[in-house]
């Protein structure tokens, strides 16, 4: 059996990070979506809300789990038997940063292959930035998000604004 892991900040799930979770979870016996804690970046969404979202919509997927961990993500494969890393690729500058990190990966643990899925071509500009850049200016978000996001992305607009 083999398990993929899609690691990344989901801050919060886009249509692009779904569309490469469906394309994943059909190569793989196994996908596990964990969300990484990542100190160097500034979340809106806490740990638990991200895993919340990326539970709701990917429910309908039988081999989908969700998880989140602190630390290094080949201590987290090696913990539970995961050799394959899923991300994806949306330009060349996705492309260079990952061509590093799975050096990286390979480097302090042999075992961990990084695959990575080129971007839908409808999603190549989408990012979670994105969307909260534009949010923030009332843009409709139905277009890049999974409509089980966009009440969390309001509720989040609304406090946002509120503490300004
Ligand atoms: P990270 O902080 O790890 O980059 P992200 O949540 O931004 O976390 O992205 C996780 C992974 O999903 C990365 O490999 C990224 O390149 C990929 N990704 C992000 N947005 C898209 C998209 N629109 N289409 C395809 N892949 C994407």
Redesign the pocket.
């Known amino acids: 059996m083999t398990i993929a892991i ?6 919060p ?5 779904l ?2 979770i469906r394309r994943a979870s059909k190569r793989f016996d196994k996908l596990i979506v964990c969300v ?1 804690v ?1 100190s160097s ?1 500034h979340p809106w969404f806490t740990i638990e809300e991200r895993k919340e979202m990326l539970a709701a919509v990917t429910k309908d997927f039988q081999n989908v789990e969700v998880d989140s961990f602190d630390g290094l993500l080949v201590d987290y494969m090696a913990q539970n038997d995961i050799s394959v890393i899923v ?4 330009n060349i500058e ?1 492309f260079e ?2 061509n590093v990190m799975a050096r990286a990966n390979k480097s302090i643990a042999g075992f961990a292959e990084t695959i990575l ?1 080129f ?2 071509p409808r ?7 994105f969307v909260k850049n534009v949010g923030k200016y009332g843009v409709d978000l139905q277009q890049y998000i999974p409509p089980q996001v966009i009440p969390k992305m309001q509720q989040k607009l609304r406090d946002i604004s509120a503490a300004v």
């Open positions: 899609y690691p990344g900040s989901f801050d799930v886009t249509l692009g990070h569309d490469i990484m990542n970046k991300r994806g690729a949306r996705d940063a990952e899925l971007s839908d999603y190549t500009f989408l990012s979670s930035s």
